[in-house]
């Protein structure tokens, strides 16, 4: 039972000369955890912002639910959970009266509100702060608020805008593992974030964005296959002849060498027993090594193929 | 250097908030001194009178223009509501009513009911109205009771009343032609302006200057706690400068001209009550951390000490009691000094002095306190660790 | 969910716990200062206090003297007489032991260093005296034997003048002081006014786009957040009443009930208003706080409250601005209320003040309607 939920086609948002989203298109269908994922400044936030109909888009048409969105369109409204990149929580109000304020917006039967705030306090393992003001909260206590302030009316449709920001890992893992929980329980939920780890760990299907483009979409495995390269080998080795490096660059499926000095880097693309062959060459020329990876196409790959950048820049 | 750096260019970031109050302000400077200079002082002046004639007889019309040389009459429609506005709101002192059958009385020498007043004060303006008219009908009486016509009586009466009385304004020292009235009401509102414009303009920059998080790091850089303050007080002082001689530019511009005798004293005086409120506003900032609180107590400290300290109504109409308390406010010490030169009070160089030298020293306490209070609730743990050493 | 809004905005403004305070301590503050300045006006300019005066009699008036002798023995004596010659006169006048110097000599002359209330005391005095003087002198010239029946027409009191009162409320012109005060506590409703779209403006802020993604209609959370701003409002203003009223003793004449029903109306405009403000889409947060701050403060000028006759030149030069300006409109009614008997004028006032919060309520609730923004 594959129904869409979300259906974006070929969105475009101008912020002046600046095109933020160029004809972008998406579908996402239920149950999955789809994930948007790209560097700083790609368009992951615009796209949720005019998925949500906060922001105004100059060409395109999304529907939600099978439904047209619009900022009026509170039956569709009801059954989707915002967990926004900047806490959204009233300071003067304790995590009590937050959850409970933002739980009422959607659920109007107090009986009923009561056990969902608390469910959702038990979610995120709040219940010994539930009478603290959120200036009184750590940094990752006060995410997690935030999270049981979207997510407390049990949606079907969960949108988390880069939820880990500023989180320490295990808070981290917690609202990770929280995410995927809340998907077993038959939430559809679309995460964005820049850290590739997080979307490889939880996402079923996830979307590539740069400068306002989806670049690539599929699940991991189909994502990874859409790139040359299959495995990278790193041997370390000291002195080694441009003889010998010919003779690995000339192995079958290889199809790049790096070498500086240290460390030998072979690409290779397809095939199998490819660390076998690289090291049998060195065994052949009696040479020895040091540790030896062998490390499969990351997300990172992918983007890096794909754009000819890394993901996140090297400060980060 | 670098806070000082720093200010300035947290405040170019918010220079539109720092526009508009000084905008509104200097608007309203010259509106309120431009409104108050036309009222000189009131006792002595001129009385605002509204008659209706109903007698409407030639001695009646006579008499009417006889007052129009002693008094200001002014017209005004014989409106209930109107002269009730107009008498409320003092724009006329007296409004009365010639009573019909005016002028039959008057010859008959009856002295009861010839005129209907509106009451509505109890001022001396209605005292001095009311005296003249008695004093006209006692006259005539007078006169005709000696055997006069009465129109030959009326003419004298005229006359008798007319008559101004010579009061000397007695100079202790030099004029004050070189601090016009006009140019003197503008300086006694400046202390309101000054509070109100550089407060609301100068707190927000420092507001953010002293945020926690900001505060946090600057506490843990090499930077000293008192050179720190020393360099907002100092930003703060020359952004102050700048406001400063704008408000006197615009004074020049409108009132004063060029600078002589005693306008350098009050130059001299506002400067210092410039700097009086750097520091106030420096105190103020390290105290509160809310734009909505700050407008609530510049409003507080601009009105308050403007209708405690003289500056909305002379000294001379408060009472002791206001002046005992307002003594302890630096703007009664600036007023005070402003009507002495602007010949309000009786001027002499060693008060004048005084006025200046306790301004001064509100302006170093004011630096003082801060500084004090920036010690105790900015570097808390850096006071506790001193006191262990 | 109207009521669930309203339950937590009015939880919200309440714990907002400073500026609620701050706005309670300002007309309080304020307002105790002006009563305290106030009545010692009151005190200063209507209650007499015996007026010290130097006389310089060189030429020995014997009329003057007797005069001044009579009055010196009254249990309330107008003036304070000190003899001296013109050198010591002038010094005690500029050691301001005395107020003004009498001249003696054809006619009373005065001689003072400023002028003020005391000087106008005396000024007048000395009017009288040369008055009477040159009463007697020309009904004697007229006709010396009627001199003495003149002077016995002199001392009798005249009081030509019927007294008929203008209102049965406050004359006090001070209290109009208190008026544009509450005025302003109205007008700061303002910052009340401006928090309603803070808080539902998606582009304003976070807690704003958390709100509009809910399935709660913006015109139900505005309704709710601009229902609490009144509530809130209102306390404030019957708060600031009832403090002028009883504790400061402020007389606003006798039709109370309506004196707070006029704060309250009045709050509910300033609280329109800034709700309008706010909703203007193009300025930024903190330039609409600025201002907001500074508009009203103009239109409370406006109405008077730091220059007291500034309505009045107005009402003679701009007459129409002092209908619209909502500060002015404030403060009139409670005016109206005090001293016109009737209510037409103050019914004109409250319908002007229904209208305003009726019409930025309705025009904030258009510029609000935008649901989606160009930027957030």
Known sequence: ?316 | MQVFKAFFKVLKRNSFTAIVFIGVFLLLALMISDGKAEVTIFALDAKKVSVFDEDDSPESRKFVEMLGEKFEIVDIRNDRDIITDMLYYEQIDYAFVINRGWSEKLAAGETDGLFTSYKMHDSYAKVIVEQCLDDYVTAVNVYTAAGMSLDKAMDCAGEDILVETDVTIEKFGDDNKDFTPMFAAYYRYLPYIFISAILSALCPVLMIMNRKDIRFRTNCSSVDANSYTMQIFAGGAVFVLAVWLIFIGAGVYMYGGIFRGKAWTALLNSGLFALITTALAVLVASVIDSQKILTLIVQILGLGMSFLCGIFVPQSMLGDSVNAVGRFLPAYWYVRLNEMLCGDRLYSTGKAMACLLIEAAYAVTLVLVTVLIRRVRYSGAHKMTAAKA | MFLHNLFYDLKTSLRTKDLIIWLMVFPLALGAFFKFAFDSIYEETTKFSTVDVAVVDEAGDKAFRAVADGMAASDEPLLNVTYADREEALELLKKEEVKGIIFTGDELTLSVGYSDIEQAVLKSFVEEYNLRIRMIERAAAQDPAAAMKAAALISEKVSAVNEEPLTDGNPDYMVQYFYNLLAMVAMFGIMNGLHITEINQANISALGARKSCSPSPKLVSICSALTAAYIIQTVCMVLSVTYLRFILRVDFGSSLPLIYLTSALGGTVGVSMGFLIGSISFLSQKAKESLTVAFSLLLCFFSGLMVENMKMNIEQHIPWFNRINPAAVISDSFYCLNIYSDYSRYSEKVLTMAAFTVFFALLGFVFTRRKKYASL
């Open chain 1, 1 to 316: 039972m594959e129904n869409t939920v979300v259906k974006i086609d070929n969105l475009v948002k101008r912020y002046g000369e600046l095109i933020a989203l160029d004809h972008f298109s998406l579908e996402i269908k239920q149950g999955e955890v789809f994930g948007l994922l790209g560097p700083n400044g790609s368009g992951k936030t615009t796209t949720i912002n005019c998925l949500l109909s906060l922001l105004a888009f100059d060409k395109g048409t999304i529907e939600i639910f099978g439904k047209p969105m619009s900022p009026t369109a509170y039956d569709i409204k009801k059954n989707i959970g915002v967990i926004m990149q900047n806490v959204a929580v009233f300071d003067e109000l304790t995590v009590y009266e937050n959850i409970d304020y933002f739980c009422g917006l959607y659920i109007t039967d107090k009986a009923e509100r009561r056990k969902y705030v608390e469910d959702a306090i038990k979610f995120v393992g709040l219940e010994d702060f539930t009478k603290f003001y959120p200036k009184k909260l750590s940094g990752g206590l006060l995410r997690r608020l935030n999270i049981a302030c979207g997510i407390a009316h049990k949606p079907k449709l969960i949108i988390l805008d880069e939820p880990t920001v500023a989180v320490d890992p295990q808070s981290r893992n917690r609202i990770l593992e929280g995410i995927q929980e809340l998907n077993r329980n038959g939430a559809t939920i679309i995460y964005t974030s820049h850290y590739m780890e997080e979307v490889e760990q939880i996402c079923s299907r996830i979307a590539i964005m740069d400068k306002g483009r989806k670049i690539a979409e599929g699940t991991k495995d189909e994502l990874k296959r859409m790139i040359k390269n299959t495995e990278t080998i790193i041997i370390e080795v000291a002195g080694l002849s441009d003889e010998i490096r010919a003779k690995a660059a000339a192995l079958p499926h290889v199809y790049d060498t790096e070498y500086d000095g240290q460390k030998l880097t072979v690409y290779c693309s397809g095939g199998k027993h490819n660390l076998i062959r690289v090291l049998g060459v060195l065994q052949e020329n009696d040479i020895s090594f040091g540790r030896v990876f062998s490390e499969l196409p990351t997300l990172n790959d992918v983007f890096l193929e794909i754009t000819g950048k890394a993901l996140r820049d090297k400060e980060e």
